[in-house]
Every structure is written in structure tokens, then in C-alpha cells.
């Protein structure tokens, strides 16, 4: 099992990450603005399921990496950090779209098709299994036990995380809309701390000891 106090900063950084704008979020942000937070709800329902398909596989695909490749950490911090730059430029790259400027021209989905389009949202969305294979692996140690436990442990840890976060989210979308079209200034700050937060993360990263 990964040590209490590492999980603390996992459970840290995995809060920042899922604070970044993606697929998933502005699926969500679209339909509890268009459909109500309900529609949300079950929307977000089916990223966390297809969180736990990426989990299941990612964490089989880690152990035998590791096992098998001597450098494989190497590789995989390499990957976190190019991720960690890439979502700090996506941040703040020029003509970026605001998350809230959502299409308000949605049809009305039934419940099933809500949870459907959450769950195939978050199952092929490429950036879902980039974080796990890149960024676990930094938190993972073979002295603390076996390597499946920690990915899966890690994996439930920020499922947990990504789901109170988005829970939030979809229950003041509507507000956080009316708030950033009135104080687009707030946007701008947002953006530049998620920025400065990533870069510090990929710095940590870049200068960690291989295990």
C-alpha cells in the first residue's frame, strides 16, 4: 500500500489535475447548464465507471511495464512531465476556449443515454489513460507491496477525488457561468495559477530519484 503521507500529496495533486479543463468536464458543465443537474448527475456517473475500466487496465499494464522493462520509470516520468507541461500550455494558450461558453442548443437525452455518452467520454478520451500511465507510476514503489495494489489503490483514490470535484461542479455550473461571463478577469487568474501549479508539478517530477 502507498504510505499515508505520499497519498497526502497524491490525493493533492490528483485534486489540482482534475481542476484542468478537459472532454469530461465540459461534457458535464454543458449538460447541467442545458439539462439540469441531474442530467449531470448521471452524466457524471458514467465518467466514474469509465474511470474504473481505465483503472482495471492501466494498473495490469503498469505491473507487467515495470516488471518487464528496467527503464520503464524513466520512460514514464518523461511522459508525466511532457503531460504536466502540455496541460499547463493548454491552460493558457491564446484564443482558448472558456468551459463555460457551452452549446445551449443540446437535444434532451434520456437517462440511459446520459450515462452512455459519460461512461464512452471518459473511456476514450486518450488523456484519461496518459495521466494513469504517466503520473502513478511517480507515487509507485516495489518496497511498499505489490505494484497492482498501489495503481488500484491510487486509481480508487482519485476516482474518490474526481467525482466529489465534478459532483460540485455540476451543482453550481450554472452560477460558475453567470460568475465568469461577469468577471472574465477571475477566468484569466484561474488559468494562470493552474498553469504555474502544473509547470511546479513537472519540475518536482523532472528531478525525482528513480525507485
Given at each position: 500500500?502507498?504510505?499515508?503521507?505520499e497519498l497526502i500529496g497524491f490525493?493533492?495533486?490528483?485534486?489540482?489535475?482534475?481542476?484542468?479543463?478537459?472532454?469530461?468536464?465540459?461534457?458535464?458543465?454543458?449538460?447541467?447548464?442545458?439539462?439540469?443537474?441531474?442530467?449531470?448527475?448521471?452524466?457524471?456517473?458514467?465518467?466514474?465507471?469509465?474511470?474504473?475500466?481505465?483503472?482495471?487496465?492501466?494498473?495490469?499494464?503498469?505491473?507487467?511495464?515495470?516488471?518487464?522493462?528496467?527503464?520503464?520509470?524513466?520512460?514514464?516520468?518523461?511522459?508525466?512531465?511532457?503531460?504536466?507541461?502540455?496541460?499547463?500550455?493548454?491552460?493558457i494558450k491564446p484564443n482558448g476556449?472558456?468551459?463555460?461558453?457551452?452549446?445551449?442548443?443540446?437535444?434532451?437525452?434520456?437517462?440511459?443515454?446520459?450515462?452512455?455518452?459519460?461512461?464512452?467520454?471518459?473511456?476514450?478520451?486518450?488523456?484519461?489513460?496518459?495521466?494513469?500511465?504517466?503520473?502513478?507510476?511517480?507515487?509507485?514503489?516495489?518496497?511498499?507491496?505489490?505494484?497492482?495494489?498501489?495503481?488500484?489503490?491510487?486509481?480508487?483514490?482519485?476516482?474518490?477525488?474526481?467525482?466529489?470535484?465534478?459532483?460540485?461542479?455540476?451543482?453550481?455550473?450554472?452560477?460558475?457561468?453567470?460568475?465568469?461571463?461577469?468577471?472574465?478577469?477571475?477566468?484569466?487568474?484561474?488559468?494562470?495559477?493552474?498553469?504555474?501549479?502544473?509547470?511546479?508539478?513537472?519540475?518536482?517530477?523532472?528531478?525525482s530519484k528513480a525507485k
Amino acid at each position: 500500500m502507498v504510505p499515508f503521507n505520499e497519498l497526502i500529496g497524491f490525493m493533492l495533486a490528483a485534486f489540482l489535475l482534475v481542476l484542468t479543463p478537459g472532454p469530461n468536464m465540459l461534457y458535464l458543465i454543458s449538460r447541467s447548464i442545458t439539462q439540469g443537474k441531474k442530467a449531470g448527475i448521471i452524466s457524471l456517473t458514467g465518467i466514474v465507471f469509465g474511470f474504473l475500466f481505465h483503472i482495471v487496465l492501466v494498473s495490469f499494464g503498469i505491473t507487467a511495464l515495470l516488471f518487464a522493462v528496467p527503464f520503464a520509470y524513466l520512460i514514464l516520468k518523461i511522459l508525466g512531465v511532457a503531460y504536466l507541461l502540455y496541460l499547463a500550455f493548454q491552460a493558457i494558450k491564446p484564443n482558448g476556449k472558456n468551459m463555460f461558453e457551452v452549446n445551449d442548443k443540446l437535444t434532451i437525452d434520456k437517462p440511459s443515454k446520459l450515462f452512455g455518452i459519460g461512461f464512452l467520454t471518459s473511456v476514450l478520451n486518450p488523456k484519461i489513460a496518459m495521466f494513469y500511465l504517466s503520473f502513478f507510476p511517480q507515487f509507485i514503489k516495489p518496497e511498499h507491496g505489490s505494484i497492482m495494489t498501489q495503481s488500484l489503490q491510487l486509481g480508487i483514490t482519485q476516482a474518490t477525488i474526481s467525482f466529489t470535484v465534478n459532483f460540485v461542479i455540476v451543482l453550481t455550473a450554472s452560477r460558475m457561468a453567470v460568475f465568469f461571463a461577469t468577471k472574465p478577469t477571475w477566468l484569466k487568474v484561474q488559468k494562470w495559477v493552474m498553469a504555474g501549479v502544473l509547470t511546479s508539478m513537472a519540475i518536482k517530477i523532472a528531478f525525482s530519484k528513480a525507485k
